[in-house]
Protein backbone atom coordinates (compact mmCIF):
# COMPACT_ATOMS: atom_id res chain seq x y z
CA UNK A 1 0.00 0.00 0.00
CA UNK A 2 2.86 2.68 1.18
CA UNK A 3 4.85 1.92 -2.38
CA UNK A 4 0.98 3.47 -4.31
CA UNK A 5 1.30 6.42 -2.13
CA UNK A 6 3.06 8.83 -4.35
CA UNK A 7 -0.01 7.73 -6.95
CA UNK A 8 -2.50 7.34 -4.32
CA UNK A 9 -1.65 11.12 -3.60
CA UNK A 10 -2.12 12.29 -7.84
CA UNK A 11 -4.92 10.28 -7.98
CA UNK A 12 -6.75 11.30 -4.68
CA UNK A 13 -7.53 14.69 -6.47
CA UNK A 14 -7.59 13.72 -10.42
CA UNK A 15 -10.06 11.16 -10.05
CA UNK A 16 -12.54 13.37 -7.35
CA UNK A 17 -12.33 15.87 -10.15
CA UNK A 18 -14.33 13.43 -12.29
CA UNK A 19 -16.34 12.63 -9.59
CA UNK A 20 -17.53 15.54 -8.90
CA UNK A 21 -17.60 16.92 -12.46
CA UNK A 22 -20.49 14.04 -13.23
CA UNK A 23 -21.83 14.04 -9.88
CA UNK A 24 -22.15 17.35 -9.39
CA UNK A 25 -24.59 18.19 -11.97
CA UNK A 26 -26.89 16.44 -10.27
CA UNK A 27 -26.49 16.77 -6.66
CA UNK A 28 -26.89 20.43 -5.50
CA UNK A 29 -24.13 21.27 -3.23
CA UNK A 30 -22.32 17.68 -3.51
CA UNK A 31 -19.57 19.42 -5.35
CA UNK A 32 -18.14 21.63 -2.50
CA UNK A 33 -18.39 18.81 -0.36
CA UNK A 34 -16.87 16.13 -2.34
CA UNK A 35 -13.92 18.54 -3.32
CA UNK A 36 -13.48 19.57 0.43
CA UNK A 37 -13.29 15.56 1.36
CA UNK A 38 -10.74 15.11 -1.90
CA UNK A 39 -8.51 17.88 -1.02
CA UNK A 40 -8.28 16.84 3.33
CA UNK A 41 -7.80 13.29 1.66
CA UNK A 42 -4.83 14.03 -0.27
CA UNK A 43 -3.45 16.41 2.56
CA UNK A 44 -3.32 13.15 4.91
CA UNK A 45 -1.65 10.98 2.19
CA UNK A 46 0.75 13.72 1.31
CA UNK A 47 1.42 14.22 5.48
CA UNK A 48 1.44 10.44 5.67
CA UNK A 49 3.81 10.60 2.55
CA UNK A 50 6.18 13.11 3.97
CA UNK A 51 6.45 11.22 7.60
CA UNK A 52 7.12 7.97 5.80
CA UNK A 53 9.68 9.05 3.62
CA UNK A 54 11.36 11.16 6.66
CA UNK A 55 11.69 7.59 8.67
CA UNK A 56 12.19 5.14 5.69
CA UNK A 57 13.52 7.27 2.11
CA UNK A 58 12.14 7.96 -1.34
CA UNK A 59 8.90 5.87 -2.13
CA UNK A 60 9.19 4.92 -5.72
CA UNK A 61 6.05 3.68 -7.69
CA UNK A 62 6.41 1.50 -10.98
CA UNK A 63 3.61 2.21 -13.62
CA UNK A 64 1.36 -0.56 -14.35
CA UNK A 65 4.31 -2.93 -12.86
CA UNK A 66 7.01 -1.81 -15.30
CA UNK A 67 10.14 -0.77 -14.14
CA UNK A 68 12.07 1.96 -15.26
CA UNK A 69 13.81 3.09 -17.15
CA UNK A 70 10.79 1.41 -19.34
CA UNK A 71 8.07 1.87 -17.28
CA UNK A 72 6.66 5.24 -16.28
CA UNK A 73 7.93 5.92 -12.24
CA UNK A 74 6.42 7.78 -9.37
CA UNK A 75 9.05 9.23 -6.54
CA UNK A 76 8.17 10.56 -3.54
CA UNK A 77 11.71 11.62 -2.27
CA UNK A 78 12.17 14.26 0.45
CA UNK A 79 12.12 17.19 -1.73
CA UNK A 80 8.79 16.29 -3.79
CA UNK A 81 7.49 14.90 -0.15
CA UNK A 82 8.27 18.17 1.45
CA UNK A 83 6.97 20.85 -1.45
CA UNK A 84 4.04 18.46 -1.73
CA UNK A 85 2.86 18.73 2.11
CA UNK A 86 2.90 22.72 1.62
CA UNK A 87 0.81 22.50 -1.90
CA UNK A 88 -1.78 20.33 0.11
CA UNK A 89 -2.20 21.77 2.63
CA UNK A 90 -2.10 25.50 1.15
CA UNK A 91 -4.77 24.01 -1.27
CA UNK A 92 -6.97 22.41 1.11
CA UNK A 93 -7.22 25.42 3.20
CA UNK A 94 -7.22 28.15 0.74
CA UNK A 95 -10.15 26.29 -1.19
CA UNK A 96 -12.04 25.78 2.47
CA UNK A 97 -11.50 29.45 2.88
CA UNK A 98 -12.72 30.75 0.32
CA UNK A 99 -15.87 28.66 -0.59
CA UNK A 100 -18.34 30.80 0.87
CA UNK A 101 -17.32 33.25 -1.87
CA UNK A 102 -17.60 31.15 -4.91
CA UNK A 103 -21.69 30.50 -4.39
CA UNK A 104 -21.46 34.29 -4.52
CA UNK A 105 -18.85 34.69 -7.07
CA UNK A 106 -19.75 31.92 -9.56
CA UNK A 107 -23.44 31.55 -9.28
CA UNK A 108 -24.65 28.10 -10.70
CA UNK A 109 -20.74 27.22 -11.93
CA UNK A 110 -19.57 26.25 -8.94
CA UNK A 111 -19.43 22.04 -10.37
CA UNK A 112 -17.08 23.23 -13.20
CA UNK A 113 -15.17 25.51 -10.67
CA UNK A 114 -14.71 22.97 -7.89
CA UNK A 115 -13.78 20.15 -10.86
CA UNK A 116 -10.86 22.72 -12.36
CA UNK A 117 -10.24 22.86 -8.87
CA UNK A 118 -9.38 19.44 -8.01
CA UNK A 119 -8.17 19.06 -11.69
CA UNK A 120 -5.19 21.96 -11.12
CA UNK A 121 -4.34 20.21 -7.66
CA UNK A 122 -3.88 17.02 -9.10
CA UNK A 123 -1.86 18.31 -12.00
CA UNK A 124 0.31 20.10 -9.66
CA UNK A 125 0.84 17.10 -7.39
CA UNK A 126 1.88 14.81 -10.98
CA UNK A 127 4.35 17.28 -11.83
CA UNK A 128 5.51 17.04 -7.91
CA UNK A 129 5.44 12.62 -8.05
CA UNK A 130 6.49 12.24 -11.70
CA UNK A 131 9.89 10.75 -12.07
CA UNK A 132 9.76 11.03 -16.18
CA UNK A 133 10.07 14.18 -17.99
CA UNK A 134 7.42 13.58 -20.89
CA UNK A 135 4.76 12.91 -17.95
CA UNK A 136 6.24 15.95 -16.35
CA UNK A 137 5.20 17.74 -19.19
CA UNK A 138 1.56 16.27 -19.31
CA UNK A 139 0.87 16.96 -15.65
CA UNK A 140 2.46 20.51 -16.49
CA UNK A 141 -0.73 21.23 -19.04
CA UNK A 142 -2.96 19.37 -17.07
CA UNK A 143 -2.56 21.63 -14.44
CA UNK A 144 -2.00 24.76 -16.78
CA UNK A 145 -5.27 24.57 -18.56
CA UNK A 146 -7.13 23.93 -15.50
CA UNK A 147 -5.41 27.01 -14.23
CA UNK A 148 -6.21 28.91 -17.61
CA UNK A 149 -10.41 27.64 -16.96
CA UNK A 150 -10.04 28.87 -14.07
CA UNK A 151 -8.90 32.61 -15.23
CA UNK A 152 -11.48 32.93 -17.30
CA UNK A 153 -13.99 32.41 -15.18
CA UNK A 154 -13.38 35.66 -13.92
CA UNK A 155 -15.09 39.23 -14.59
CA UNK A 156 -14.32 41.66 -16.45
CA UNK A 157 -11.19 41.42 -18.82
CA UNK A 158 -10.97 38.14 -17.49
CA UNK A 159 -11.45 35.98 -20.83
CA UNK A 160 -8.34 38.43 -22.30
CA UNK A 161 -6.08 37.69 -19.24
CA UNK A 162 -6.60 34.07 -19.46
CA UNK A 163 -6.10 33.94 -23.06
CA UNK A 164 -2.46 35.66 -22.80
CA UNK A 165 -1.73 33.48 -20.21
CA UNK A 166 -2.68 30.55 -22.34
CA UNK A 167 -0.64 31.47 -25.65
CA UNK A 168 2.48 31.95 -23.22
CA UNK A 169 2.20 29.16 -21.14
CA UNK A 170 1.18 26.89 -23.89
CA UNK A 171 4.64 28.44 -25.37
CA UNK A 172 6.43 27.30 -22.32
CA UNK A 173 5.30 24.16 -22.61
CA UNK A 174 5.94 23.84 -26.34
CA UNK A 175 9.30 25.03 -25.07
CA UNK A 176 10.26 22.41 -22.70
CA UNK A 177 8.63 19.80 -24.81
CA UNK A 178 11.39 20.65 -27.52
CA UNK A 179 14.32 20.39 -24.36
CA UNK A 180 12.60 16.94 -23.83
CA UNK A 181 12.81 15.93 -26.80
CA UNK A 182 16.37 17.07 -27.48
CA UNK A 183 17.45 15.13 -23.99
CA UNK A 184 15.33 12.17 -25.50
CA UNK A 185 17.69 12.24 -28.56
CA UNK A 186 21.01 12.67 -26.75
CA UNK A 187 20.61 9.73 -24.28
CA UNK A 188 17.31 7.76 -25.48
CA UNK A 189 15.69 7.59 -22.17
CA UNK A 190 12.91 10.03 -20.27
CA UNK A 191 13.52 8.40 -17.18
CA UNK A 192 14.77 11.15 -15.00
CA UNK A 193 17.58 9.03 -12.88
CA UNK A 194 18.34 6.97 -16.18
CA UNK A 195 18.66 10.35 -17.72
CA UNK A 196 21.00 11.79 -14.83
CA UNK A 197 23.28 8.82 -15.51
CA UNK A 198 23.44 8.82 -19.12
CA UNK A 199 23.49 12.86 -19.77
CA UNK A 200 27.37 12.94 -19.10
CA UNK A 201 28.03 11.16 -22.71
CA UNK A 202 25.52 13.41 -24.49
CA UNK A 203 26.55 15.62 -27.08
CA UNK A 204 27.42 18.83 -25.52
CA UNK A 205 25.67 21.12 -28.29
CA UNK A 206 22.66 19.21 -28.09
CA UNK A 207 22.50 19.30 -23.84
CA UNK A 208 23.09 23.15 -23.94
CA UNK A 209 19.97 23.71 -26.85
CA UNK A 210 18.03 21.35 -24.39
CA UNK A 211 18.92 23.12 -21.16
CA UNK A 212 18.24 26.80 -22.71
CA UNK A 213 14.72 25.72 -23.71
CA UNK A 214 13.82 23.38 -20.57
CA UNK A 215 15.11 26.53 -18.39
CA UNK A 216 13.16 28.98 -21.30
CA UNK A 217 10.12 26.92 -20.92
CA UNK A 218 10.10 26.32 -17.17
CA UNK A 219 10.82 29.91 -16.49
CA UNK A 220 7.83 30.84 -18.75
CA UNK A 221 5.63 28.66 -16.04
CA UNK A 222 7.18 30.13 -12.94
CA UNK A 223 7.25 34.13 -14.16
CA UNK A 224 10.96 33.31 -13.71
CA UNK A 225 11.46 37.68 -14.18
CA UNK A 226 10.99 39.13 -17.94
CA UNK A 227 8.58 35.95 -18.50
CA UNK A 228 6.62 37.10 -16.06
CA UNK A 229 4.51 39.01 -18.54
CA UNK A 230 1.15 36.68 -18.07
CA UNK A 231 0.69 36.79 -14.21
CA UNK A 232 0.04 40.20 -13.05
CA UNK A 233 -3.15 40.16 -15.17
CA UNK A 234 -4.13 36.86 -14.81
CA UNK A 235 -4.07 37.25 -11.26
CA UNK A 236 -5.64 40.79 -11.15
CA UNK A 237 -8.79 39.40 -13.18
CA UNK A 238 -9.38 35.75 -12.19
CA UNK A 239 -12.08 35.39 -9.14
CA UNK A 240 -11.18 35.56 -6.34
CA UNK A 241 -11.49 32.23 -5.00
CA UNK A 242 -9.71 31.34 -8.06
CA UNK A 243 -6.20 33.64 -7.43
CA UNK A 244 -6.21 32.75 -3.90
CA UNK A 245 -5.89 28.75 -5.03
CA UNK A 246 -3.82 29.42 -8.10
CA UNK A 247 -1.13 32.59 -6.81
CA UNK A 248 -0.10 30.22 -4.18
CA UNK A 249 0.48 27.23 -6.10
CA UNK A 250 1.33 27.51 -9.76
CA UNK A 251 4.49 29.36 -10.07
CA UNK A 252 6.39 27.25 -7.07
CA UNK A 253 5.12 23.95 -8.11
CA UNK A 254 6.68 25.16 -11.15
CA UNK A 255 10.23 26.32 -9.81
CA UNK A 256 10.40 23.03 -8.17
CA UNK A 257 9.67 21.17 -11.82
CA UNK A 258 12.56 23.60 -12.66
CA UNK A 259 14.72 22.42 -9.57
CA UNK A 260 13.86 19.00 -10.53
CA UNK A 261 15.37 18.98 -13.84
CA UNK A 262 18.28 21.02 -12.96
CA UNK A 263 19.80 19.56 -10.05
CA UNK A 264 18.19 15.91 -10.26
CA UNK A 265 18.93 15.62 -14.49
CA UNK A 266 21.98 17.61 -15.78
CA UNK A 267 23.52 17.29 -11.85
CA UNK A 268 25.54 19.99 -10.02
CA UNK A 269 28.74 19.23 -11.20
CA UNK A 270 28.00 19.38 -15.08
CA UNK A 271 25.95 22.59 -14.38
CA UNK A 272 28.59 24.33 -13.08
CA UNK A 273 30.33 23.95 -15.99
CA UNK A 274 27.56 25.57 -18.11
CA UNK A 275 26.17 28.69 -18.36
CA UNK A 276 22.45 27.76 -17.13
CA UNK A 277 23.28 28.57 -13.47
CA UNK A 278 24.69 32.24 -14.43
CA UNK A 279 21.29 32.10 -16.39
CA UNK A 280 19.19 31.32 -13.65
CA UNK A 281 21.43 33.55 -11.06
CA UNK A 282 21.02 36.85 -13.15
CA UNK A 283 17.33 36.40 -13.93
CA UNK A 284 16.74 35.97 -10.25
CA UNK A 285 18.57 38.79 -9.31
CA UNK A 286 16.60 41.00 -11.66
CA UNK A 287 13.49 39.67 -10.77
CA UNK A 288 14.50 40.61 -7.55
CA UNK A 289 14.62 43.91 -7.89
CA UNK A 290 12.14 44.79 -10.88
CA UNK A 291 9.58 42.51 -8.59
CA UNK A 292 9.90 44.82 -6.22
CA UNK A 293 10.39 47.95 -8.11
CA UNK A 294 7.31 46.99 -10.54
CA UNK A 295 5.18 46.31 -6.92
CA UNK A 296 5.82 49.49 -5.95
CA UNK A 297 4.08 50.73 -8.90
CA UNK A 298 0.98 49.10 -8.98
CA UNK A 299 -2.13 50.28 -7.45
CA UNK A 300 -4.48 47.00 -7.76
CA UNK A 301 -4.19 45.26 -4.75
CA UNK A 302 -3.91 41.63 -6.10
CA UNK A 303 -1.74 42.89 -9.58
CA UNK A 304 0.76 44.07 -6.60
CA UNK A 305 0.74 40.61 -4.89
CA UNK A 306 0.95 39.19 -8.11
CA UNK A 307 4.34 41.21 -8.87
CA UNK A 308 5.74 39.94 -5.51
CA UNK A 309 5.41 37.34 -6.47
CA UNK A 310 7.92 37.67 -9.04
CA UNK A 311 10.41 38.86 -6.65
CA UNK A 312 10.19 36.25 -4.30
CA UNK A 313 10.44 33.60 -7.13
CA UNK A 314 13.18 35.31 -8.13
CA UNK A 315 14.80 34.61 -4.40
CA UNK A 316 14.12 30.76 -5.51
CA UNK A 317 15.73 31.31 -9.11
CA UNK A 318 18.57 32.98 -7.59
CA UNK A 319 19.36 30.60 -4.65
CA UNK A 320 18.68 27.97 -6.95
CA UNK A 321 21.83 29.78 -9.09
CA UNK A 322 24.33 29.97 -6.54
CA UNK A 323 24.50 26.28 -6.55
CA UNK A 324 25.84 25.74 -2.97
CA UNK A 325 24.21 24.15 0.09
CA UNK A 326 23.13 27.84 1.62
CA UNK A 327 21.35 28.41 -1.84
CA UNK A 328 19.20 25.52 -2.48
CA UNK A 329 18.10 25.43 1.30
CA UNK A 330 16.72 29.01 0.34
CA UNK A 331 15.21 28.28 -2.38
CA UNK A 332 13.32 24.96 -1.36
CA UNK A 333 12.45 27.04 2.04
CA UNK A 334 11.30 29.97 -0.25
CA UNK A 335 9.13 27.56 -2.21
CA UNK A 336 7.26 26.94 0.94
CA UNK A 337 7.47 30.59 2.32
CA UNK A 338 5.77 32.22 -0.53
CA UNK A 339 2.99 29.71 -0.78
CA UNK A 340 1.79 30.02 2.82
CA UNK A 341 2.09 34.08 2.80
CA UNK A 342 0.51 34.46 -0.93
CA UNK A 343 -1.77 32.17 0.21
CA UNK A 344 -2.72 34.63 3.11
CA UNK A 345 -2.81 37.82 1.04
CA UNK A 346 -4.97 36.55 -1.72
CA UNK A 347 -7.52 35.16 0.26
CA UNK A 348 -7.80 38.76 2.27
CA UNK A 349 -7.35 40.43 -1.26
CA UNK A 350 -10.63 38.50 -2.00
CA UNK A 351 -12.70 39.25 1.31
CA UNK A 352 -11.54 42.61 0.60
CA UNK A 353 -12.84 42.49 -2.87
CA UNK A 354 -16.22 40.54 -2.19
CA UNK A 355 -17.06 42.34 1.32
CA UNK A 356 -16.14 45.51 1.07
CA UNK A 357 -15.87 46.24 -2.81
CA UNK A 358 -12.04 47.53 -2.10
CA UNK A 359 -9.58 46.22 -5.17
CA UNK A 360 -6.77 49.37 -4.78
CA UNK A 361 -4.59 49.76 -2.34
CA UNK A 362 -6.27 53.32 -2.05
CA UNK A 363 -9.34 52.58 -0.53
CA UNK A 364 -7.91 49.63 1.56
CA UNK A 365 -7.99 52.19 4.62
CA UNK A 366 -12.08 51.32 4.18
CA UNK A 367 -11.28 48.03 6.25
CA UNK A 368 -9.79 49.87 9.23
CA UNK A 369 -10.78 47.94 12.48
CA UNK A 370 -13.72 45.87 10.65
CA UNK A 371 -11.66 42.81 9.89
CA UNK A 372 -9.23 42.62 12.43
CA UNK A 373 -8.43 38.91 12.44
CA UNK A 374 -8.05 39.18 8.86
CA UNK A 375 -6.00 42.23 9.19
CA UNK A 376 -3.64 40.67 11.95
CA UNK A 377 -2.90 37.64 9.51
CA UNK A 378 -2.24 40.29 6.72
CA UNK A 379 0.48 41.87 8.93
CA UNK A 380 1.96 38.40 10.36
CA UNK A 381 2.28 37.93 6.13
CA UNK A 382 3.35 41.38 5.10
CA UNK A 383 6.29 41.44 7.63
CA UNK A 384 7.30 37.96 6.20
CA UNK A 385 7.07 39.29 3.20
CA UNK A 386 9.67 41.73 4.06
CA UNK A 387 12.02 39.37 6.23
CA UNK A 388 11.09 40.73 9.51
CA UNK A 389 13.32 37.89 11.56
CA UNK A 390 11.17 35.58 13.47
CA UNK A 391 8.87 35.24 10.25
CA UNK A 392 9.01 31.92 7.51
CA UNK A 393 9.96 34.44 4.87
CA UNK A 394 13.29 35.59 6.66
CA UNK A 395 14.93 32.54 6.93
CA UNK A 396 14.68 31.74 2.78
CA UNK A 397 15.97 34.79 2.21
CA UNK A 398 18.50 34.33 4.83
CA UNK A 399 19.91 31.24 3.15
CA UNK A 400 19.88 33.03 -0.44
CA UNK A 401 21.82 35.83 1.03
CA UNK A 402 24.38 33.93 2.79
CA UNK A 403 25.26 31.75 -0.02
CA UNK A 404 25.50 34.90 -2.59
CA UNK A 405 28.38 36.26 -0.03
CA UNK A 406 29.76 33.07 0.39
CA UNK A 407 30.38 32.78 -3.13
CA UNK A 408 31.74 36.02 -2.83
CA UNK A 409 29.07 37.42 -5.45
CA UNK A 410 28.19 40.55 -3.45
CA UNK A 411 26.12 42.22 -5.89
CA UNK A 412 23.85 39.38 -5.95
CA UNK A 413 23.31 40.44 -1.96
CA UNK A 414 23.01 43.81 -3.07
CA UNK A 415 20.18 42.75 -5.23
CA UNK A 416 18.40 41.16 -2.30
CA UNK A 417 18.73 43.81 0.14
CA UNK A 418 17.30 46.11 -3.12
CA UNK A 419 14.20 43.90 -3.25
CA UNK A 420 13.62 43.69 0.69
CA UNK A 421 13.99 47.75 0.58
CA UNK A 422 11.15 47.64 -2.07
CA UNK A 423 8.86 45.29 -0.50
CA UNK A 424 9.43 47.26 2.75
CA UNK A 425 7.74 50.17 1.04
CA UNK A 426 5.15 48.66 -0.62
CA UNK A 427 3.69 46.21 2.64
CA UNK A 428 3.71 49.20 4.67
CA UNK A 429 1.47 51.20 2.36
CA UNK A 430 -0.71 48.14 2.74
CA UNK A 431 -0.06 48.01 6.51
CA UNK A 432 -0.66 51.71 6.77
CA UNK A 433 -4.02 51.56 5.06
CA UNK A 434 -5.62 48.66 6.76
CA UNK A 435 -3.85 49.96 10.46
CA UNK A 436 -4.35 53.19 10.17
CA UNK A 437 -6.07 55.26 7.87
CA UNK A 438 -9.13 57.39 8.63
CA UNK A 439 -12.29 54.89 7.99
CA UNK A 440 -14.58 56.39 4.86
CA UNK A 441 -17.63 55.77 4.14
CA UNK A 442 -20.52 54.46 6.29
CA UNK A 443 -20.96 51.26 5.28
CA UNK A 444 -21.37 48.48 8.11
CA UNK A 445 -20.01 45.55 6.21
CA UNK A 446 -17.77 43.31 8.86
CA UNK A 447 -15.20 40.30 9.10
CA UNK A 448 -15.15 37.80 5.99
CA UNK A 449 -17.05 34.72 5.79
CA UNK A 450 -15.62 32.71 9.17
CA UNK A 451 -14.14 30.01 6.96
CA UNK A 452 -12.16 32.55 4.98
CA UNK A 453 -10.82 34.29 8.71
CA UNK A 454 -10.47 30.97 10.02
CA UNK A 455 -7.97 30.00 6.45
CA UNK A 456 -5.92 33.04 6.75
CA UNK A 457 -5.22 32.61 10.58
CA UNK A 458 -3.98 29.30 9.98
CA UNK A 459 -1.77 30.29 7.10
CA UNK A 460 -0.39 32.88 9.45
CA UNK A 461 0.11 30.57 12.43
CA UNK A 462 2.27 28.79 9.30
CA UNK A 463 4.19 31.20 8.75
CA UNK A 464 4.98 31.85 12.32
CA UNK A 465 5.57 28.61 12.75
CA UNK A 466 7.56 28.34 9.76
CA UNK A 467 10.11 30.94 11.27
CA UNK A 468 10.37 29.93 14.95
CA UNK A 469 10.54 26.28 14.12
CA UNK A 470 12.79 27.00 11.27
CA UNK A 471 16.16 24.91 12.04
CA UNK A 472 13.53 21.92 12.69
CA UNK A 473 12.53 22.82 9.37
CA UNK A 474 15.84 22.70 7.68
CA UNK A 475 17.31 20.25 10.01
CA UNK A 476 14.70 17.26 9.14
CA UNK A 477 12.95 17.91 6.06
CA UNK A 478 14.54 20.31 3.77
CA UNK A 479 18.57 19.27 4.60
CA UNK A 480 17.86 15.83 3.36
CA UNK A 481 15.95 17.15 -0.11
CA UNK A 482 19.27 19.03 -1.09
CA UNK A 483 20.88 17.13 -3.90
CA UNK A 484 23.62 15.35 -3.46
CA UNK A 485 26.25 16.89 -5.28
CA UNK A 486 26.04 20.59 -3.78
CA UNK A 487 29.43 21.82 -2.21
CA UNK B 1 20.12 19.26 -53.11
CA UNK B 2 17.27 16.75 -53.42
CA UNK B 3 18.97 14.26 -51.25
CA UNK B 4 19.94 16.85 -48.74
CA UNK B 5 16.45 17.66 -48.44
CA UNK B 6 14.95 14.42 -48.51
CA UNK B 7 16.95 13.07 -45.62
CA UNK B 8 16.58 16.37 -44.03
CA UNK B 9 13.11 17.25 -44.87
CA UNK B 10 11.15 16.30 -41.66
CA UNK B 11 13.68 18.26 -39.92
CA UNK B 12 12.96 21.13 -42.06
CA UNK B 13 9.21 20.98 -41.61
CA UNK B 14 9.60 21.18 -38.07
CA UNK B 15 11.66 24.34 -38.28
CA UNK B 16 9.12 25.72 -40.58
CA UNK B 17 6.12 24.85 -38.53
CA UNK B 18 7.92 25.75 -35.61
CA UNK B 19 8.96 29.76 -36.68
CA UNK B 20 5.95 30.07 -38.89
CA UNK B 21 4.28 29.41 -35.79
CA UNK B 22 6.24 31.57 -33.21
CA UNK B 23 6.12 34.42 -34.95
CA UNK B 24 2.49 34.55 -35.44
CA UNK B 25 1.98 34.04 -32.02
CA UNK B 26 4.00 36.63 -31.64
CA UNK B 27 2.96 39.09 -33.97
CA UNK B 28 -0.80 39.03 -33.78
CA UNK B 29 -3.35 41.11 -33.51
CA UNK B 30 -5.98 38.57 -33.67
CA UNK B 31 -6.23 36.45 -31.30
CA UNK B 32 -7.67 33.56 -33.68
CA UNK B 33 -4.13 34.05 -35.78
CA UNK B 34 -2.35 33.62 -32.67
CA UNK B 35 -3.88 30.20 -31.65
CA UNK B 36 -3.29 28.99 -35.46
CA UNK B 37 0.40 29.87 -34.70
CA UNK B 38 0.16 28.04 -31.55
CA UNK B 39 -1.23 25.05 -33.13
CA UNK B 40 1.22 25.30 -35.86
CA UNK B 41 4.36 25.48 -33.48
CA UNK B 42 2.60 22.03 -31.67
CA UNK B 43 1.66 20.41 -35.04
CA UNK B 44 5.62 21.21 -35.32
CA UNK B 45 7.14 19.57 -31.92
CA UNK B 46 4.92 16.67 -33.30
CA UNK B 47 7.07 16.31 -36.40
CA UNK B 48 10.23 16.45 -34.41
CA UNK B 49 9.37 13.84 -32.25
CA UNK B 50 8.25 11.69 -34.89
CA UNK B 51 11.79 11.98 -36.61
CA UNK B 52 13.59 10.99 -33.62
CA UNK B 53 11.79 7.76 -34.10
CA UNK B 54 12.48 7.13 -37.79
CA UNK B 55 15.11 4.32 -39.06
CA UNK B 56 16.56 4.19 -42.61
CA UNK B 57 14.76 1.10 -43.99
CA UNK B 58 12.80 0.45 -40.70
CA UNK B 59 9.61 -1.21 -40.96
CA UNK B 60 6.72 -0.88 -38.08
CA UNK B 61 7.12 -2.58 -34.60
CA UNK B 62 4.53 -5.43 -35.07
CA UNK B 63 6.60 -6.64 -38.07
CA UNK B 64 9.07 -9.18 -37.03
CA UNK B 65 10.60 -9.50 -40.23
CA UNK B 66 13.94 -9.15 -39.18
CA UNK B 67 14.37 -5.13 -40.53
CA UNK B 68 15.26 -2.78 -37.75
CA UNK B 69 11.91 -1.45 -36.27
CA UNK B 70 10.86 2.33 -36.17
CA UNK B 71 10.89 3.32 -32.84
CA UNK B 72 7.65 3.29 -30.92
CA UNK B 73 8.30 5.33 -27.87
CA UNK B 74 7.90 9.19 -29.78
CA UNK B 75 4.41 7.81 -31.70
CA UNK B 76 2.94 6.92 -28.20
CA UNK B 77 4.44 10.40 -26.98
CA UNK B 78 2.81 12.30 -29.48
CA UNK B 79 -0.65 10.63 -29.08
CA UNK B 80 -0.28 12.07 -25.72
CA UNK B 81 0.90 15.64 -26.89
CA UNK B 82 -1.74 15.74 -29.60
CA UNK B 83 -4.48 15.67 -27.44
CA UNK B 84 -2.98 17.71 -25.16
CA UNK B 85 -2.79 19.55 -27.95
CA UNK B 86 -6.60 19.72 -28.80
CA UNK B 87 -7.33 20.36 -25.19
CA UNK B 88 -5.64 23.40 -25.42
CA UNK B 89 -6.92 24.50 -28.50
CA UNK B 90 -10.71 23.60 -27.11
CA UNK B 91 -10.02 25.80 -23.85
CA UNK B 92 -8.51 28.73 -26.23
CA UNK B 93 -11.53 28.38 -28.45
CA UNK B 94 -14.28 28.41 -25.78
CA UNK B 95 -11.87 31.88 -24.28
CA UNK B 96 -12.01 33.49 -27.31
CA UNK B 97 -15.99 33.05 -27.77
CA UNK B 98 -15.74 34.77 -24.14
CA UNK B 99 -14.07 37.55 -25.31
CA UNK B 100 -16.20 37.78 -28.74
CA UNK B 101 -19.19 38.30 -26.16
CA UNK B 102 -17.50 40.72 -23.88
CA UNK B 103 -15.61 42.75 -26.28
CA UNK B 104 -17.17 42.33 -29.73
CA UNK B 105 -14.19 41.58 -31.38
CA UNK B 106 -11.45 39.09 -31.51
CA UNK B 107 -8.74 41.93 -31.92
CA UNK B 108 -6.14 42.28 -29.09
CA UNK B 109 -6.14 46.36 -29.11
CA UNK B 110 -9.66 47.12 -31.02
CA UNK B 111 -12.80 48.21 -28.51
CA UNK B 112 -13.50 51.46 -27.07
CA UNK B 113 -15.30 49.66 -23.65
CA UNK B 114 -11.79 50.32 -21.51
CA UNK B 115 -8.54 51.38 -21.92
CA UNK B 116 -6.35 48.53 -21.17
Known sequence: ?487 | MIDYLLHRGPFLLFVLLAVLGTYLMMSHRNYLKAIVGLYLLQTGLIMFFITLGFRTGGTVPILMDGRPLHNPLPHALMLTAIVVGVATLGVAMSILRRIQAEKKTIEERGDGSDGE
Open chain 1, 1 to 487: MIDHLPVLMFLAPFLSALIVAALGLYVRGAASRLTLAALTATGVLSLVGLERVAAAGAIHSHMGGWPPPIGIEFVLDPLSAFVAAVVAVVALVTVAGSMASVRGELPGRETFYYSCVLLLVGGLMGILVTGDLFNLFVHLEVASLSAYALVAAGGRGAPRAALSYLLIGSLGASLYLLGVGFLYAGTGSLNMADVAGLIGGMDGRLRFVAGILIVGGLGIKMALFPLHVWMPSAYERSPAAAASLMAPLVTKVCAYALLRVLYWVWGGDLLREGILLELLAWGGAAAVVMGGVLALLQTDLRRLFAYSSVGQMGIVALGAGLANKAGMTGAILHIANDAVVKGVLFLAAGTALLRFSVRNVADLGRLRGRAPWTAAAVVVAGLSLVGVPPLGGFFGKWYVLTAAVAEGRWYFAAAIVAGSLASIVYVFRILQQILFAQPAGEDQAREGPAVAVLACLTLAAVVVLLGIGNERVVSLLVAQSLPGTLP
